[in-house]
């Protein structure tokens, strides 16, 4: 079946560190790979997307890029900010009609960032 | 800004006792989707629709039904709560041109069950 492995925390660093999230995948065809945050009390918010092999997806800071040889998807971010402290999800899409226009996503656990000033 | 609400934002209840909870768009989308939120276990699907009276069960469906008689309401209905049930719901639309594979969520409704 589809999966989602994200590495768990929590994960705490200091103001300007490198963040690394890491997320590894197993799926069937080709799918769709997201990191979505999650700010403490609200809904989960898109933070970036790649839908095909070395697309990188990139905001606000944060990167990864879709490595179809390692199925892998990480997160990055040069210099982490108080600001960034968040629940981080990894999510794979994959299409569950025939017609390959509704999508199914799987969550992996989630990763709760903590920067401190 | 998908234009997504859910009601009520929490709610606390006792076994046994029916609960609905709602989620409304304002911009005409196709496809909706309801997860439950637990810790350890990310978001699971609980069910999802893909038009007006089109829903479909995902992976976690077992106590909960779901009504859509407008493209802009999707109903999450437990029809008789259990402790089990307690949980963050989030209520998720799928957004694309063709292949509608990004989603965007709802605030969440916290649900505790007595």
């Known amino acids: 079946g589809n999966s989602v492995t994200q590495m768990e925390g929590p994960v705490t660093l200091s103001e300007e560190a490198f963040l690394t999230i890491n997320c590894t995948y197993t799926?069937?065809?080709?799918?769709?790979l997201f990191w979505y945050v999650q700010y403490p009390g609200e809904g989960l918010q898109l933070l970036l997307k790649a839908t095909k092999a070395d697309d990188k997806g990139s905001n606000k800071g944060f990167e990864a890029t879709y490595r179809k040889e390692t199925t892998s998807f990480h997160l990055e971010k040069g210099s982490v900010q108080v600001s960034d402290s968040a629940v981080y999800f990894c999510?794979?899409?994959?299409?569950?009609?025939?017609?390959?226009?509704?999508?199914?996503?799987?969550f992996g656990k989630g990763t709760l960032l903590t920067v401190n000033p | 800004d998908a234009g997504i609400t859910q009601s009520p934002r929490h709610k606390v209840t006792e076994t046994g006792t029916p609960v609905t909870l709602r989620c409304h768009q304002t911009e005409n989308h196709r496809y909706m989707y309801w997860y439950r939120q637990d810790p350890g276990h990310g978001l699971r699907l609980i069910h999802y629709?893909?038009?007006?009276?089109?829903?479909d069960k995902g992976e976690v469906s077992d106590g909960y039904s779901v009504s859509r008689s407008k493209t802009e309401d999707f109903l999450l209905t437990l029809e008789s709560a259990t402790s089990s049930q307690t949980s963050v719901y989030f209520c998720?639309?799928?957004?694309?041109?063709?292949?509608?594979?990004?989603?965007?969520f709802g605030p969440g409704t916290r649900l505790t069950v007595l």
């Open positions: 998720a639309i799928g957004i694309g041109v063709l292949k509608f594979n990004e989603q965007f």
């Open positions: 999510a794979l899409a994959i299409p569950f009609n025939s017609g390959g226009s509704n999508y199914k996503l799987t």
């Open positions: 629709s893909y038009g007006v009276k089109d829903t």
């Open positions: 799926a069937t065809g080709y799918p769709s």
